[in-house]
């Protein structure tokens, strides 16, 4: 029988939590490490319809992208959506943990496979982390070369097929702009401008993009894409791979499965 512990045991072998950024919840949520794993789920996020999807699903572990708990209950009350969801967890019997900022940071993690998905060539990482692991150096972001040059729309539109979304914004004065080096980083990355923009990117894509960091970036001659946080829900069928792998090699003998819910909160009109 496989227990929770021993996959999380294997999985911060690939991504330790050593990698995770300062304040972040990280690492296990909710449950008991010693629960036996029959089925464990993949999900970007932990939502109230992810929770019901994997009860429907006889799931017993849920394997997070985003942390369920950014910010502490401050009370029980299960009028509270929040709350009422931690209880139908343990009602449950169900187990969470989530890789956050130690899976962005790992060697073969979220932003290896962002930069994989629009085929970026001479990968390099983007922004050093602090911790150096048995000599190897890891990164949040990567930039490279897209394998030919391309317009700021012309992109646009790879990032829209290749993330499957149906809108994104765009920072840029020319939307003919010819673009060759591109710097990506998962999630909300726009503080990290000014490292893509001495690593010589001609363009930068991450998510949540502010107002006035934008106008910076402008006045800078960077451009950018911001498609939004939900690109990272690649993470889904990503970790299932890794899991089905790591399933095989140490004979767990469970089932693993991804969430088929969306839970991008934004539409286009």
């Known amino acids: 029988m496989t227990s929770v512990n021993d996959i999380i045991t294997r999985f ?50 849920i394997f997070a992208h985003h942390p369920v708990m950014f910010r502490p209950a401050k009370n029980l009350d299960l009028s509270n959506p929040q709350n009422k969801m931690y209880a139908d967890i343990l009602k449950n019997n169900i187990t969470v943990y989530a890789a956050h900022t130690n899976l962005d940071n790992a060697n073969g993690g979220m ?93 930068y894509i991450t998510g949540d993009l502010y107002y006035h960091t934008s106008q910076d970036m402008l006045a800078y001659g960077l451009d950018a894409i911001d498609p939004g946080h939900h690109i990272e829900s690649i993470c889904k069928v990503k970790l299932q791979t890794i899991f089905q792998k790591w399933n095989q090699e140490n004979d767990w003998k469970i089932e693993v499965i991804t969430s088929e819910i969306n839970t991008d909160p934004f539409t286009f009109a």
């Open 12 to 61: 911060e072998k690939f991504a330790p939590l050593a990698l995770r950024e300062d304040g972040d919840p990280t690492g296990f949520q909710i449950g008991s490490k010693k629960n036996i794993v029959h089925k464990m789920m993949t999900t970007l996020d932990v939502r109230p319809e992810i929770v019901q999807e994997a009860i429907n699903k006889h799931v017993d572990f």
């Open 111 to 203: 932003n290896d496979w962002l930069a994989e998905t629009i085929k970026l060539q001479n990968v390099k990482g983007l922004v050093l982390h602090d911790t150096n692991i048995n000599g190897i150096n890891h990164y949040m972001g990567r930039i490279g070369n897209l394998s030919h040059s391309m317009s700021v729309r012309e992109l646009s539109e790879l990032c829209k097929k290749e993330f499957k979304v149906s809108g994104l914004r765009l920072v840029t004065n020319d939307v003919n702009h010819l673009i060759k080096r591109v710097a990506i980083l998962g999630g909300s990355g726009g503080k990290f401008y000014p490292i893509a923009l001495k690593k010589g990117a001609d363009l």
